[in-house]
């Protein structure tokens, strides 16, 4: 392969990770597995948009993510709930992304910062470092070598589709783009959706699996990877710290398609179609939403069921009649 070749090598754990991922995907299966659960789809989305921005310190909880994305007013900084309608528009361009394209690359970011960062869609004119918190992980290249950089990194993906594994070439352009560091704002959210954009034209499962909230889940152990490889030269390590974030998050993806399987009354099917995953319900809530008028009705044919099946859960479970209880998707 002719032109710039980023420094790795394939290691026998990285053959392991990607035949155990390989297999898990063909648990779930195939895309329309997902395709057929919108709202599994919208809540993994809303997820993976609320972890990609934690991660850059956006306070939003998820609810507030949540109402955010469907145009319910938020109470907070307005440029944080910005973001994530951004992010939200963003990742809703997955399908249509080119991931070898510089004019993608730069209209993504600019969908990704609209109204946040004054360099919307261009490359950085100064200096820039990496930071965990207060700690600098790496200096980036100057700015001048930024649009080479880029273009050569580009031209390897383009070039390696059919080569090298899009799990393996996901995970080293990850790396490398966060390296670069092209942008004034936004890297590593970018470089986190290129890493999903990569997959898709893998599997199209990839759409909707989580992965940013598996990175933020070890998020000191993300940068320590980042941190280590630019040390040795090359993203080795990097590439085996996201192939374990993939092989955990996939475990996460088969547990819910497996629930929402089970087998259910129509009672709790209705119930769990009002409900969305990660918010918590009062018991009124759920009568509301279901129409009910019997407390009763709702725990004999509703919750207890569910909470029998796994599919739901109890805020305080060892105070099942608390006028405090609440009850959450799984």
Same mark, same amino acid.
Request: charged share 30%; net charge neutral; proline share 4%.
């Given at each position: ?6 420094? &790795?090598?394939?290691? =026998? !754990?990285?053959? #392991? ?9 063909? +648990? %779930?299966? /195939? ?56 992010? &939200?528009?963003?990742? =809703? !361009?997955?399908? #249509? ?9 730069? +209209? %993504?970011? /600019? ?64 790396? #490398? ?154």
């Amino acid at each position: 392969m002719n032109g710039y070749i980023p420094p &790795y090598s394939i290691s =026998e !754990k990285m053959l #392991e990770q990607v035949s155990s991922i390989s297999e898990k995907i063909g +648990k %779930i299966t /195939s895309y329309r597995e997902l395709e057929s659960k919108p709202h599994l789809r919208r809540n993994n989305r809303i997820r993976s948009i609320y972890s990609s921005l934690k991660i850059e310190a956006n306070s939003l909880s998820l609810n507030e993510v949540r109402d955010a994305v469907n145009g319910h007013m938020v109470v907070g900084d307005q440029k944080e709930i910005q973001e994530v309608k951004n992010a &939200y528009a963003a990742y =809703e !361009k997955i399908s #249509e992304i080119n991931p070898a394209s510089i004019r993608d690359l730069k +209209k %993504i970011h /600019s969908i990704m910062t609209y109204l946040t960062v004054e360099d919307s869609g261009v490359f950085r004119r100064g200096d820039e470092g990496v930071f965990s918190g207060d700690r600098c992980i790496f200096m980036a290249p100057p700015p001048n070598m930024v649009n080479s950089l880029i273009k050569d990194l580009l031209l390897w993906l383009k070039k390696s589709e059919g080569k090298v594994h899009p799990l393996i070439m996901a995970a080293v352009f990850h790396y #490398e783009f966060v390296f670069i560091h092209p942008f004034t704002d936004g890297n590593g959210r970018m470089a986190r959706l290129w890493h999903t954009v990569i997959l898709y034209r893998w599997r199209n499962v990839f759409e909707y699996i989580p992965l940013e909230s598996q990175i933020e889940k070890f998020q000191e152990q993300y940068y320590d990877a980042i941190d280590k490889c630019n040390k040795q030269g090359n993203s080795d390590v990097f590439i085996e710290f996201m192939l374990d974030m993939i092989d955990q998050v996939l475990d996460e993806v088969i547990t819910q398609v497996e629930k929402e399987n089970v087998e259910t009354s129509e009672y709790v099917k209705k119930m769990l179609d009002f409900m969305e995953f990660d918010i918590p319900y009062t018991s009124k809530d759920i009568m509301a939403g279901l129409g009910l008028k019997s407390k009763e009705t709702l725990r004999k044919n509703y919750i207890n069921p569910a909470i029998e099946l796994g599919l739901i859960r109890m805020t305080i479970p060892d105070k099942p009649k608390s006028r405090n209880q609440r009850y959450v998707k799984l």
